[in-house]
Structures are given as C-alpha cells and as structure tokens.
C-alpha cells in the first residue's frame, strides 16, 4: 500500500508556506496468524505501531471504517489529521493567543469551536470561540 503525500500550508512558520507531507497514519488489516506468538513478525514490520487488541485477541475493525479511510486517502480531496473529540469533553487550545487554555468543548462546527472557561468554586464561566484545529483533548 502507498503512503499519500499531500500538499499543505504551514501554519508554524510567519510566512505559510506550502509543504509536502505524508498522510496520516492508517490502519492496515492483515491475514491475522491463529498463534497470538506469531504476532512478533507483524511488529517488527516497518511503520507498524501497535496492534489493537484486547485481552490479547486482535480488535475487529468494522470494514466501513477502513473503506471509509482507504476511500478518502485514494480521492484528490484534502484532509487533515484531527483528534476525536467530542462536545463535553474537556480541550487544551495549542496554538494562537489562548494556547494553553484549558476549557470545555460546547460546540464544534466547521471551522470554529467554542469553549467555556470556568472558575468552579466562584462558580463563574466565560466563552470564547476558537479555531476548531486549534483544540485537543486534554
């Protein structure tokens, strides 16, 4: 399987640039071994991280899922890499003015997230609307 390459601006630099970048990290699905023992060749293939599993049994992943990512990653369309979050879940902002602000996720709409700052104990809350690739799980 090819790794993609896409082409992106750079929001790190003063000047955007644009820069190549290799795609995301994306799951591969092998002929899985029936011996969990003959698992050790499969990690030691390059570029492999990890297997998901649990209780030592490999993970279905449902084929929608990956069909969905082979799909994208084969089309001309743009994408970036996002972590999963989800409204109600507590966020760090990591870049621009407010990087390092952690507040709760109450929105999330393309492009712009808003987040709710408090002070619990005064029981006192602002809000503020960020950029929604500006936020990750905290």
């Known amino acids: ?19 190549d970048s290799v795609g995301t990290a994306r799951p591969v699905a092998p002929a899985w071994p029936a011996d ?11 570029g492999v991280v990890n297997i998901v599993s649990f209780e ?6 449902p084929d929608v ?10 089309s ?9 979050i989800h409204e109600g879940m507590m966020v760090e902002v990591t870049h621009g003015p407010l ?10 709409d393309t492009p712009k997230a808003r987040l709710v700052l408090s002070v619990n104990l005064i029981g006192q809350a ?8 500006d936020v990750k799980p905290y």
């Not at 001309?76 to 999963?84: A, I, R, S, V």
């Not at 602002?126 to 690739?133: I, L, N, Q, R, Y």
């Open 99 to 108: 990087k390092g602000v952690v507040g709760r996720l109450v929105r999330k």
């Open 65 to 74: 899922e990956l069909d969905s990512i082979r799909l994208l990653v084969g």
């Open 126 to 133: 602002v809000s503020v609307e960020v950029d929604a690739s």
């Open 56 to 61: 030592g049994r490999p993970a279905v992943i």
């Open 36 to 46: 969990p023992a003959d698992t050790l060749p499969i990690l030691k293939c390059t």
């Open 1 to 19: 399987m090819c790794v993609p390459v896409r082409v992106y601006r750079s929001r790190h630099r003063r000047r955007p640039a644009q820069l």
């Open 76 to 84: 001309e369309l743009q994408y970036d890499p996002c972590p999963m």
